[in-house]
DNA sequence: CAAGCCAACTAGGTTAACTATGTTGGTGAA
DNA sequence: TTCACCAACATAGTTAACCTAGTTGGCTTG
């Protein structure tokens, strides 16, 4: 994969792993190879990978989540095509405070009255 | 610079470099400072610079000239353009919840010193 | 003087290695 | 059975090191 025609690797595999989701080949909510799978695939190296990754992730195509893997946003939720690349980025932002503040919030909640940690399993 | 506030330090520096050219600060046509310049003002590696200048190269607000440097794009010709209200607001919210997370954080680190699971690591 | 070379810059792409952190499933002890 | 621990795997961020290639200015040489 990823062949010699001077458009970068990272970029190749972004608009391969668009045409997927974008061609229903990869379902909304499904999620993406782990990224050793992805570098495997295109036979390329896992940063690349990881570049191409976090290209979907700034267009808003896809969710990544630590510790589990990245996700195909469902089609309405994501951004509509000529946004402004500006309110993607704080859309992206304001989505991922949101998360982080309301975890830390509710660990501070429950620390105070129970254990902490491992809530659910 | 790259304060500690959770958000990645690539991204701070792609927020700081949007603002400085939306804010008029680095006009169209002209270059921004070089990578290693960059890097040494924001006290970052040149990969984090490379991956913040790339961000805004991706949403074409900038543009780079191998062996030259990487030069703001007009206004014109740039995509977006006008903000729409919603995007100042966005931006006063990503503000206001940094402000609080910071907050939250900094009082969970210094109130569980003692946290309980995962010890060893 | 002019041509060519070369050193020193520049952006851009790629790789490998490391850290941090979250998730999950298995194992073994109480 | 239930709980604590742990190993394996996941994303995410950062750094350092190389390499390619374009640009520029100075210096040498014909």
Redesign the interface.
């Known amino acids: 994969m990823v062949k010699n025609t001077g458009r970068p690797g990272y970029l190749q595999i972004a608009d391969d792993l668009r045409a997927q989701i974008n061609g229903g080949s990869l379902a909304p909510g499904t999620p993406l190879p782990s990224t050793a799978q992805l570098a495997d695939r295109y036979d390329a190296s896992l940063s690349v990978v990881k570049m191409a990754v976090g ?1 979907l992730r ?1 267009e808003g195509l896809v969710v990544g989540q630590q510790g589990k893997g990245v996700f195909v946003r469902d089609a309405e939720e994501r951004p509509a095509g000529d946004e ?4 993607i ?3 992206a ?2 989505r ?3 998360v ?2 309301a975890k ?2 509710e ?2 909640a429950t ?1 105070t009255s129970h ?4 809530s659910s399993r």
Not at 84 to 87: S, T
Not at 115 to 118: F, L
């Open positions: 290209i700034n402004p690349a500006d309110l980025e704080l859309r932002a304001v991922d405070l949101s982080r503040l830390v919030e660990q501070l620390s254990r902490p940690g491992r």
